[in-house]
């Protein structure tokens, strides 16, 4: 029973520039906890709801926002902290492979947790078992691939997260190469049989936790915040071995609905909640003098 729970749980695949800026009083404006989730989805401001013509108003440092009109190919446009923006294709793409690439990582894990449940001697537990590893690769290119359009205002957050996995994919290339190929064994029945392995593949799943971690705080997605403490629970409970077979299946259980519903529930968000303010990207990757001029603007305009 545990080489099928963990089979199923090691397979999981498939967690913003700095907000610094030149003055204090901009470091004020990004950085309020509030902003940094809730600007995410918030539209507010005189551009609330307007509709303007596609094209006619792009996404501008200024805070100043076009004269509006509506016509078949209008857009949103949406008031960010530092002036209106839109929703672009580029940023569709984008969304839409984040998105993708989450629910690469579920499905794979939602295939390899069926081991667990599934009769020992079922043909097709026998099959995914012998394509553990594949699962695992294809799992680790959908997380990865998530993390590397995920949108998250502070830059040593998002580099972070992309920093476990690679060093997770290291970890699972040497411990594949050195310990389990000359085992005879594929990577994941080696992690099965020795939990120490466990220290070698886990950073991955700490990036993945971090990810959802993200998620559930800025949206208040519940399934999000208990896969934050389910993913670390199953992996420590087979490295510690505290834990038996009866918890483990029913977490991987739990784990596996929620991790559905969690990459599910992704398409039924708009677009423009996994953007962001669209505007904090385009101040940040603006000259210091710049962003420090319109700062000044902003504040003048507050006050005014």
Not at 95 to 103: A, C, E, K, N
Not at 136 to 162: C, D, M, N, W
Not at 171 to 185: H, I, W
Not at 195 to 207: I, K, N, S, Y
Request: with cysteine.
């Amino acid at each position: 029973m545990a080489t099928r729970v963990l089979s199923a749980a090691l397979v999981f695949v498939p967690l913003y520039p700095n907000l610094s800026s030149s003055s204090s009083k901009a470091k004020s404006v990004i950085l309020t906890p509030n902003k940094i989730c809730t600007s995410l989805r918030r539209v507010s401001g005189p551009c609330n709801g307007a509709l303007i013509a596609k094209g006619s108003v792009k996404c501008q440092a200024s805070g100043e926002s076009s004269d509006t009109s509506v016509d078949p190919n209008s857009v949103a446009v949406y008031q960010g902290v530092y002036g209106p923006w839109t929703v672009d294709p580029n940023d569709i793409r984008e969304v839409i492979s984040y998105r993708s690439g989450l629910v690469t990582a579920a499905s794979s894990f939602v295939i390899a947790a069926s081991t667990a449940f599934l009769p020992d001697d079922s043909p097709l537990s026998s099959l995914i078992k012998q394509n553990l590893d594949f699962f695992y690769v294809l799992g680790a290119g959908g997380l990865g691939l998530s993390l590397l359009l995920i949108h998250i205002y502070v830059t040593e957050i998002k580099r972070t997260l992309q920093a476990l996995w690679a060093l997770g994919i290291f970890g699972s290339l040497a411990t594949y190469f050195s310990l389990a190929q000359p085992a005879g064994k594929n990577l994941v029945q080696y992690v099965i049989d020795n939990p120490t392995a466990v220290w070698f593949v886990g950073p991955l799943f700490a990036a993945l936790t971090g990810l959802v971690f993200k998620e559930g705080l800025c949206y208040g997605k519940l399934e999000a915040g208990i896969l934050t403490f389910i993913i670390p629970s199953v992996l420590l409970g087979h490295l510690t071995g505290i834990m038996d077979d009866a918890v483990k299946v029913t977490l991987l259980g739990v784990w596996t609905a929620l991790f559905v519903i969690f990459a599910g529930r992704k398409f039924s968000q708009p677009i423009k909640d996994d953007i962001g303010d669209k505007s904090v990207f385009t101040f940040k990757a603006l000259p210091e003098d710049q962003k420090k001029a319109l700062v000044e603007k902003l504040e003048q305009q507050k006050f005014s």
